[in-house]
């Protein structure tokens, strides 16, 4: 029984983690954001459940594992991304702001 209850928590961990991989490459935010709630909902009750004596249970694990860490390592390396992003449009804003301040006292010459 409780074994049954691990492989439905993990099949929908596992599930969770493909269609976070799916909103990744459609660049859906608002798909991201529901299964983070679903993903920490799914975390707590694998945390409710306790470990697993199932050794059965533990290649199945650690591939989800290696799969969570995956989609983790891409949601970190474009947070990266956007970051520097974001960056970059402040330091064009700047530029343009400070060059679009210059051109004020010229316009009013001509």
Do not use: W
Not at 83 to 107: D, N, R, T
Request: aromatic share 4%; with cysteine; hydrophobic share 40%.
């Amino acid at each position: 029984m409780q074994s049954e209850t691990h492989e439905a928590l993990y099949r929908s961990l596992a599930d969770i983690t493909h269609r976070t991989q799916f909103a990744l490459d459609q660049d859906d935010s608002r798909a991201l954001m529901g299964l983070l709630r679903e993903h920490r909902d799914v975390m707590g009750k694998i945390n409710r459940a306790g470990l697993s004596r199932d050794t059965n249970l533990l290649k199945p694990v650690e591939e989800m594992h290696k799969q969570v860490q995956e989609v983790v390592q891409e949601i970190a390396k474009r947070r990266k991304e956007l970051g520097c992003q974001l960056i970059m449009f402040e330091k064009k804003k700047k530029v343009s702001a400070a060059y679009a301040g210059a051109m004020l006292p010229i316009m009013a010459v001509i």
